[in-house]
């Protein structure tokens, strides 16, 4: 059987509270005391809970992490560089998804009311922001990662969606393509109005808007890339490039493209933005905008960590910046 803290009072003739508290450092206790108990602690070998110890200081050494789902291409980098920064200081991580609606949302709350973690890293779910700020402004340290531009009343790390998608048409232009077919996320992300708009204003300041009739929603996935570009050249539309809000959506367009008989970057260039692991090896290399995304999951971590330590959480946004990343879909050789 396991040795448990009554054995621990038993042996040294005092009470469970009395070894609680030489555990845990708190309330003053006679030092011969204190030291009849570590021996016995150190003679029976017990090891006390780690989530006993952290609840009885206040503390659980834990982070809770909320995100809508393990299934967006990107999420694993930022998720990755969270774990890197909470393991690396000793701490847990606590995950929860969104996958089931409002059934794991109410199992995220009964773990907040139980006070499971220390803080929350945060890529908001659809629909949630206002129930998150509530809990930061009743006392949760929280750290919003990818705020899509809603900037909440709690500290965020985000990256430059719309300098990034400036970057974009910038090079594009570069390239003199003047006729972009864009394929946005979904409209109601502020994401997608962000590289929406930086890169059209590239091309306005260039003296070349961009047609309406050449934007097209999409929603991340390689198959509405795909389609988009299908029904472009299906209603006759000229374009001589691609901007995809996103690397999945971008490799399908280049499929599309191929498909369709013509070639990349000759024919139709193609960018993406995101730069996955993919977007190396699509067929072409696609040329992407780099999201920073495990530099961002690392920030959230280390701002929420410091903060346990006693450091003051940011009161503006921490703003990593994306960068160019040029491949073979642009570049013809």
């Known amino acids: 059987m396991p040795i448990t803290i009554a054995d621990v009072a038993a042996r040294a003739g005092v009470s469970k509270t009395t070894v609680s508290r030489v555990l845990n450092g708190k309330g003053e206790l006679d030092e011969s005391t204190a030291a009849r108990v570590r021996e016995v602690i150190a003679e029976l070998g017990y ?81 949630t922001l206002e129930y998150i ?69 590239a091309y306005t300041f260039a003296g070349y808007p961009i047609d309406p009739a050449m934007v097209v929603e999409g929603d991340f996935t390689f198959d509405c890339g795909r389609r988009a570009v299908r029904r472009a050249l299906a209603d006759g539309l000229i374009f001589d490039a691609v901007f995809a809000h996103n690397d999945l959506s971008a490799a399908g367009a280049m499929a599309a493209v191929r498909e369709a008989g013509k070639s990349v970057p000759e024919d139709v260039a193609v960018v993406g933005f995101d730069d996955l692991t993919l977007a190396a090896h699509t067929d072409p290399p696609l040329s992407s905008v780099h999201q920073p995304l495990r530099q961002m999951g690392e920030t959230a971590a280390r701002l929420l960590i410091s903060h346990f330590e006693g450091a003051p959480l940011p009161s503006v946004p921490t703003v990593i910046p994306t960068t160019f990343t040029i491949r073979a879909s642009t570049a013809v050789a």
């Open 47 to 127: 090891v006390p809970s780690a989530r006993a110890v952290g609840l009885a200081r206040g503390r659980t050494r834990i982070v809770g992490m909320l995100v809508p789902s393990l299934t967006w291409p990107w999420m694993g980098e930022v998720l990755q560089g969270a774990v890197d920064v909470v393991e690396t200081e000793g701490y847990g991580l606590l995950l929860f998804t969104c996958n089931r609606g409002d059934e794991s949302m109410r199992q995220f709350a009964s773990q907040v009311s139980a006070k499971s973690f220390d803080g929350l890293l945060v890529i908001e779910p659809e629909g």
């Open 133 to 201: 700020a509530g809990l930061h402004g009743r006392g949760l340290p929280v750290v919003m990662i990818d705020d899509r531009a809603h900037q909440p009343l709690f500290p965020s790390v985000a990256t430059t969606n719309r300098s990034g998608a400036h970057a974009a048409g910038a090079h594009l232009l570069a390239l003199r393509r003047y006729r972009p077919l864009v394929i946005t996320g979904l409209e109601r992300f502020g994401c997608t109005q962000e590289r929406l708009a930086g890169f059209a204003d």
